[in-house]
Nanobody
Framework: QVQLVEPGGGLVQPGGSLRLSCAASGRTFSTVVMGWVRQAPGKEREFVAR????????YYADSVKGRFTISRDNAKNTVYLQMNSLKPEDTAVYYCAAGNVITTIPSLYMYWGQGTQVTVSS
């Protein structure tokens, strides 16, 4: 079992930046693949980014590539999502997720955080 807690989120102006964090407990953090998934109102959950167990491999959705950066600190059991050049269309509830497979398919992640709201608006 992995428990995931996401503080943070909030309101930011277009073009601004925000960093999300997600703290894990339970299973050894370095044994799970981590990802970020978002869900906008009225839409399905959308893969955002994922990172391998040792942090050596990352992958991004085309919609965020070059603007978002996923990273992890296995000593702190924490994964991060640095979001720059934010756009109104980035507005969504952001979830961190953990699993056993390296995937871009949200339903294949086994463990989920509670989600945090990110709103990009002037």
């Amino acid at each position: 079992q992995v428990q995931l807690v996401e503080p943070g989120g909030g309101l930011v102006q277009p073009g601004g930046s925000l960093r999300l964090s997600c703290a894990a407990s339970g299973r050894t953090f370095s044994t799970v693949v981590m990802g970020w998934v978002r869900q906008a109102p009225g839409k399905e959950r959308e893969f955002v980014a994922r990172i391998s167990r040792n942090g050596g491999s990352t992958y991004y959705a085309d919609s965020v590539k070059g603007r978002f950066t996923i990273s992890r600190d296995n000593a702190k059991n924490t994964v991060y999502l640095q979001m720059n050049s934010l756009k109104p269309e980035d507005t969504a509830v952001y979830y961190c997720a953990a699993g056993n497979v390296i995937t871009t398919i949200p339903s294949l992640y086994m463990y989920w955080g509670q989600g945090t709201q990110v709103t990009v608006s002037s």
